[in-house]
């Protein structure tokens, strides 16, 4: 994948509405940031956003995914797009943005893998979601 002003970071919430059955227009607009992100591949994750998609998924959705389930989507989907993989300078990063901002840890974390990738789009789903790819 090319660095630039076209990539994007897909935060874990994204991926967790894919299969949110309690709002179907989140649900699909989720659904299709995703295959965007796949298939024009300029979506990026972090190891942190697998890890907390696959907690979710196995434990927390109404109908947890199988082992089997969450396998085949850590390939199809998850590792397709997973680019950023901890090291200091990441979470010295994450410490200072959490420093500057007040925010928590994990919240800078997934600023500092943002940044890291050279995204300078994060795309996370709060009330409304909106693509911006």
């Given at each position: 994948?090319r660095?630039?002003?076209?990539?994007?970071?897909?935060?874990?919430?994204?991926?967790?509405?894919?299969?949110?059955?309690?709002?179907?227009?989140?649900?699909?607009?989720?659904?299709?940031?995703?295959?965007?992100?796949?298939?024009?591949?300029?979506?990026?994750?972090?190891?942190?956003?697998v890890?907390?998609?696959?907690?979710?998924?196995?434990?927390?959705?109404?109908?947890?995914?199988?082992?089997?389930?969450?396998?085949?989507?850590?390939?199809?989907?998850?590792?397709?797009?997973?680019?950023?993989?901890?090291?200091?300078?990441l979470?010295?990063?994450?410490?200072?943005?959490?420093?500057?901002?007040?925010?928590?840890?994990?919240?800078?974390?997934?600023?500092?893998?943002?940044?890291?990738?050279?995204?300078?789009?994060?795309?996370?789903?709060?009330?409304?979601?909106?693509?911006?790819?």
């Open positions: 994948m660095p630039g002003k076209d990539r994007v970071f897909l935060d874990t919430n994204i991926f967790v509405y894919t299969f949110d059955s309690s709002s179907s227009i989140k649900r699909e607009q989720a659904r299709k940031l995703v295959s965007e992100a796949l298939e024009s591949r300029r979506g990026v994750i972090s190891y942190q956003v890890q907390e998609f696959l907690n979710v998924a196995t434990r927390k959705f109404a109908k947890p995914m199988t082992p089997t389930e969450a396998q085949l989507y850590l390939g199809r989907v998850l590792m397709p797009l997973c680019e950023v993989f901890p090291d200091a300078s979470y010295s990063h994450a410490l200072s943005i959490a420093d500057e901002t007040g925010w928590s840890f994990y919240d800078s974390l997934i600023v500092s893998s943002a940044s890291a990738a050279d995204c300078p789009v994060l795309l996370r789903v709060a009330a409304t979601i909106t693509s911006h790819m």
